[in-house]
């Protein structure tokens, strides 16, 4: 019911994307939410009103300082716990770093976090945010399910924008299931696609931000739109808190809505927004980029969960928040 008390959960990262949005359906459920951010709550250098303002927020959310790289700060905000979303991940690798070493820093501090869950002694469940890129990088597969694992070497082969990042989550979500196995506590992973639609947070998201490339007219980022999976970010949020209560939940999950090429895109965007100049399906066939097979979303579906949302409502609730804040 909501509004209803239902105990403390921990949000990790809680300034991205999924985090916000997910720390704000919580809010409205009735728990009782900490989160973390990589700066003090009085800190000016970082806006964090988005959450702060939210309702319930008053009473209801409670802000702590930690950072991957000294993870042993997370402690805190995981006391007294039933539940823990892990969402953080780091996102500004450094080039000069060897990619072992970026990736060791990533999976160790993550692990440290699952200890601290253990020593807790409160925590029931953590709920992992893993990434599409964890299972969509294979040759010739046409759909793929929680049994596969992206090939990190055909990855790093393919050198696409983000590779280090998508190499690091899926090591990092293959230690952090290894680690619940021979720990003993109680892990699901959430793996959603593309994550598009709304936000709260003040910035354009990277994977709005590219939804959008035609809309925003960014040619550069045809490219990772060739051939991808979506889902609306109230889905990917409202399958977090439903893994996290479901008590028949285990492994991996994968949270995807909708399969489209940038040719389907470029038709559909056409269509429902005349107003804007889109390129023509024609003249996007020859865009060069990775073509992800269709995700499956049955594991998730077969335990009850409903989503909620399709492409008009990603691509609607994107564009007024994007022109509301400024950016359209």
Not at 85 to 100: L, W
Not at 284 to 311: C, N
Request: some cysteine; glycine content about 8%.
């Amino acid at each position: 019911m909501e509004g209803e008390d239902k105990g403390s959960v921990c949000v990790t990262g809680g300034t991205g994307y999924v985090a916000s949005w997910l720390i704000m359906r919580l809010l409205q459920r009735g728990y009782k939410v900490h989160t973390t951010v990589r700066s003090y709550p009085g800190d000016t250098k970082k806006d964090i009103s988005f959450l702060t303002n939210l309702p319930g927020a008053p009473e209801n959310l409670q802000i702590f300082q930690a950072d991957l790289d000294h993870p042993v700060s997370f402690t805190p905000a995981i006391e007294g716990c039933s539940g823990v979303f892990h969402v953080a991940h780091p996102m500004n690798y450094n080039d000069e770093e060897p990619e072992q070493v970026k990736h060791k820093r990533a999976i160790n501090g993550t692990l440290e976090i699952l200890k601290a869950c253990v020593n807790s002694k409160t925590v029931k469940r953590v709920v992992y945010t893993s990434s599409g890129s964890a299972v969509g990088y294979h040759k010739g597969s046409s759909i793929v399910d929680e049994s596969m694992w992206s090939d990190t070497e055909f990855i790093n082969s393919l050198m696409p924008v983000g590779a280090s990042y998508y190499v690091g989550k899926t090591l990092t979500e293959r230690a952090v299931l290894e680690f619940g196995e021979k720990h003993g506590l109680d892990i699901v992973s959430v793996i959603p696609a593309y994550i598009h639609g709304p936000f709260i947070s003040p910035r354009v998201p990277d994977s709005v931000s590219i939804s959008l490339a035609m809309i925003m007219g960014d040619k550069d980022k045809y490219q990772l739109i060739v051939k991808v999976s979506m889902v609306h970010i109230d889905d990917v949020a409202d399958a977090h808190i439903f893994l996290l209560e479901h008590p028949e939940a285990r492994g991996r999950y994968i949270c995807s809505a909708a399969d489209i090429s940038i040719e389907k895109m470029s038709e559909f965007l056409s269509a429902r927004y005349p107003q804007y100049q889109i390129p023509a399906a024609d003249c996007l066939k020859e865009v060069e980029g990775y073509r992800y097979p269709d995700f499956s979303s049955k594991k998730l579906l077969d335990i009850g969960f409903e989503y909620k949302y399709g492409l008009e409502d990603m691509y609607d609730g994107a564009i007024q928040c994007c022109k509301e804040k400024g950016f359209l």
